[in-house]
C-alpha cells in the first residue's frame, strides 16, 4: 500500500529555551480512518463486553463502578441544551453559563454509548442519541475565558460518544448525523482551530486531543494531520517536547502544581490513543518522551525525589524555579492508559506510573470533564 509521509521527518530544532529538540519521523498509511476509532475501536469494545459479562478482573471492578455513575444511566435527565457555554464567566467575579451541566451532559452521552455496547439494552444508545440531538441544533457558541478548553475537553467526550453511537447499528438517523457533523465542524472545531499558544500547556494539550477527535468523526484526514503535527512541532507549550521538557521526564508545568501536570499529561495520553486506534505511535515520539513525563510526575507524587531545571515557558509568562508541592499526592485517573500501554503492548517498565495506577485503581469518575475517567474499565488489556 502506498504510504505518505506526515511532516514530521528527524530534525533538530534550537528553541527560544535553548534545547534541542530531536523528532523521529512517523509514517501515516494511506487508507481510511478506523471506526469506531477514537478513544475505542471495535475491539475494545468487544473486549469490554467480554470481560464484564464474564466478571474478570479488573473490569468487573472498574464497571461495578462505572455503572454507579448517574450519568452513566439510560435514566439520566438532560440539563440542556443550551445555545451558550462557557467555564467562565465573560468578567471576573461573574458566573459561568451551565459549565457543570454542560459538562455532565457530554460524559452523560459518552457513558450511555458505552453502556449500550456493554450490555446491548437500546435504552442506553436512546439517551445518548437523545443528548446529540438535543445540542447539534441548539448549540452555538461556547464562549469567554477558557473556551478552548471546554471546545476541546467537552468536545472530545460528546464526539467519542457520536463516533460509538454512529457506528454500533444504534439507531441514529442520517439526517441527525449530519446535523451533528455541523455542529462539530462550525461550533466546536473552531475554538481550538489555532490551539492555544498563549496558555500553559494543558490548553494545547487539551486541543490536540480535541481536533484528533473531530477529524475522524468528520472523516478529515487534514485536521487529523494537523493535530498530529502539532503534537510534534507546535508552537505553544503543549507538543510534546515543550510539554516534557527534558529526558528526566520534568513537566512545563512541573514547578505550578502537580494537578494540572497531570491534567496535561493526562490529555497527551489520550491524544496518543486516538492516534495509536488509527495506526500511528505518538506514544513512542522521541524514545517515548510521554512515559518519562508520567514516570517523573509519578515518582514525586508517590513522595520520591527529583530533579528539577528552572524553567521559563514559551510564552515568557510562567518561570518556574522548584517544583511545586501544591497537589502532591493526589493522582489523577490518567495512569491505567499509560501504564496498559507502555507495559502490555510495548513490554516496558513504566515502574513508577505502575505504583500509581495501582494506588488508585479502580480508577473512578474524572475530575470535572478533564478526562473520560473509569479508566480501570476502559483501558486495562489482558
Same mark, same amino acid.
Given at each position: 500500500?502506498?504510504?505518505?509521509?506526515?511532516?514530521?521527518?528527524?530534525?533538530?530544532?534550537?528553541?527560544?529555551?535553548?534545547?534541542?529538540?530531536?523528532?523521529?519521523?512517523?509514517?501515516?498509511?494511506?487508507?481510511?480512518?478506523?471506526? +469506531?476509532?477514537?478513544?475505542?475501536?471495535?475491539?475494545?469494545?468487544?473486549?469490554?463486553?467480554?470481560?464484564?459479562?464474564?466478571?474478570?478482573?479488573?473490569?468487573?471492578?472498574?464497571?461495578?463502578?462505572?455503572?454507579?455513575?448517574?450519568?452513566?444511566?439510560?435514566?439520566?435527565?438532560?440539563?440542556? +441544551?443550551?445555545?451558550?457555554?462557557?467555564?467562565?464567566?465573560?468578567?471576573?467575579?461573574?458566573?459561568?453559563?451551565?459549565?457543570?451541566?454542560?459538562?455532565?451532559?457530554?460524559?452523560?452521552?459518552?457513558? /450511555?454509548?458505552?453502556?449500550?455496547?456493554?450490555?446491548?439494552?437500546?435504552?442506553?444508545?436512546?439517551?445518548?442519541?437523545?443528548?446529540?440531538?438535543?445540542?447539534?441544533?441548539?448549540?452555538?457558541?461556547?464562549?469567554?475565558?477558557?473556551?478552548?478548553?471546554?471546545?476541546?475537553?467537552?468536545?472530545?467526550?460528546?464526539?467519542?460518544?457520536?463516533?460509538?453511537?454512529?457506528?454500533?447499528?444504534?439507531?441514529?438517523?442520517?439526517?441527525?448525523?449530519?446535523?451533528?457533523?455541523?455542529?462539530?465542524?462550525?461550533?466546536?472545531?473552531?475554538?481550538?482551530?489555532?490551539?492555544?499558544?498563549?496558555?500553559?500547556?494543558?490548553?494545547?494539550?487539551?486541543?490536540?486531543?480535541?481536533?484528533?477527535?473531530?477529524?475522524?468523526?468528520?472523516?478529515?484526514?487534514?485536521?487529523?494531520?494537523?493535530?498530529?503535527?502539532?503534537?510534534?512541532?507546535?508552537?505553544?507549550?503543549?507538543?510534546?517536547?515543550?510539554?516534557?521538557? /527534558?529526558?528526566?521526564?520534568?513537566?512545563?508545568?512541573?514547578?505550578?502544581?502537580?494537578?494540572?501536570?497531570?491534567?496535561?499529561?493526562?490529555?497527551?495520553?489520550?491524544?496518543?490513543?486516538?492516534?495509536?486506534?488509527?495506526?500511528?505511535?505518538?506514544?513512542?515520539?522521541?524514545?517515548?518522551?510521554?512515559?518519562?513525563?508520567?514516570?517523573?510526575?509519578?515518582?514525586?507524587?508517590?513522595?520520591?525525589?527529583? +530533579?528539577?531545571?528552572?524553567?521559563?515557558?514559551?510564552?515568557?509568562?510562567?518561570?518556574?524555579?522548584?517544583?511545586?508541592?501544591?497537589?502532591?499526592?493526589?493522582?489523577?485517573?490518567?495512569?491505567?492508559?499509560?501504564?496498559?500501554?507502555?507495559?502490555?503492548?510495548?513490554?516496558?517498565? +513504566?515502574?513508577?506510573?505502575?505504583?500509581?495506577?495501582?494506588?488508585?485503581?479502580?480508577?473512578?469518575?474524572?475530575?470535572?470533564?478533564?478526562?473520560?475517567?473509569?479508566?480501570?474499565?476502559?483501558?486495562?488489556?489482558?
Amino acid at each position: 500500500m502506498k504510504t505518505v509521509f506526515l511532516i514530521v521527518w528527524s530534525l533538530l530544532l534550537i528553541t527560544g529555551n535553548g534545547y534541542s529538540q530531536t523528532i523521529h519521523p512517523v509514517e501515516w498509511p494511506a487508507k481510511a480512518f478506523v471506526h +469506531p476509532g477514537i478513544l475505542q475501536n471495535p475491539d475494545d469494545l468487544t473486549r469490554i463486553r467480554m470481560m464484564v459479562a464474564e466478571g474478570k478482573e479488573p473490569w468487573k471492578s472498574g464497571y461495578e463502578l462505572f455503572n454507579k455513575d448517574r450519568r452513566a444511566s439510560f435514566d439520566y435527565k438532560i440539563n440542556g +441544551p443550551f445555545e451558550y457555554v462557557s467555564r467562565m464567566g465573560a468578567n471576573p467575579g461573574e458566573p459561568n453559563l451551565h459549565k457543570k451541566a454542560f459538562e455532565d451532559d457530554c460524559l452523560a452521552a459518552y457513558y /450511555n454509548a458505552l453502556q449500550w455496547t456493554i450490555t446491548g439494552d437500546k435504552r442506553y444508545a436512546a439517551k445518548s442519541i437523545d443528548i446529540l440531538n438535543a445540542y447539534a441544533p441548539v448549540l452555538k457558541g461556547i464562549i469567554n475565558h477558557d473556551k478552548e478548553l471546554m471546545a476541546s475537553l467537552c468536545g472530545f467526550l460528546i464526539v467519542n460518544a457520536a463516533e460509538i453511537i454512529r457506528y454500533t447499528d444504534a439507531g441514529w438517523k442520517e439526517a441527525d448525523i449530519a446535523v451533528f457533523e455541523k455542529m462539530v465542524r462550525t461550533v466546536l472545531y473552531p475554538v481550538i482551530s489555532h490551539f492555544a499558544t498563549f496558555a500553559n500547556g494543558n490548553w494545547d494539550a487539551a486541543c490536540i486531543k480535541g481536533m484528533m477527535a473531530f477529524g475522524i468523526f468528520l472523516n478529515d484526514k487534514a485536521m487529523f494531520d494537523k493535530a498530529v503535527d502539532y503534537y510534534y512541532h507546535g508552537e505553544g507549550n503543549g507538543s510534546i517536547l515543550h510539554y516534557v521538557i /527534558n529526558e528526566t521526564g520534568q513537566c512545563q508545568e512541573s514547578g505550578r502544581d502537580q494537578s494540572h501536570t497531570q491534567f496535561g499529561l493526562g490529555c497527551l495520553a489520550e491524544a496518543c490513543e486516538v492516534a495509536y486506534k488509527q495506526g500511528l505511535d505518538l506514544y513512542g515520539a522521541d524514545d517515548n518522551r510521554l512515559l518519562k513525563g508520567f514516570e517523573y510526575t509519578a515518582k514525586y507524587n508517590l513522595g520520591f525525589d527529583v +530533579p528539577f531545571q528552572e524553567w521559563l515557558d514559551r510564552t515568557g509568562q510562567y518561570h518556574h524555579t522548584v517544583i511545586a508541592s501544591q497537589d502532591r499526592g493526589r493522582f489523577r485517573g490518567v495512569y491505567e492508559l499509560v501504564w496498559n500501554h507502555y507495559q502490555k503492548r510495548k513490554h516496558l517498565n +513504566p515502574f513508577y506510573t505502575k505504583m500509581a495506577a495501582d494506588s488508585i485503581r479502580p480508577e473512578g469518575a474524572p475530575w470535572t470533564a478533564d478526562h473520560p475517567g473509569y479508566g480501570t474499565l476502559l483501558f486495562s488489556l489482558p
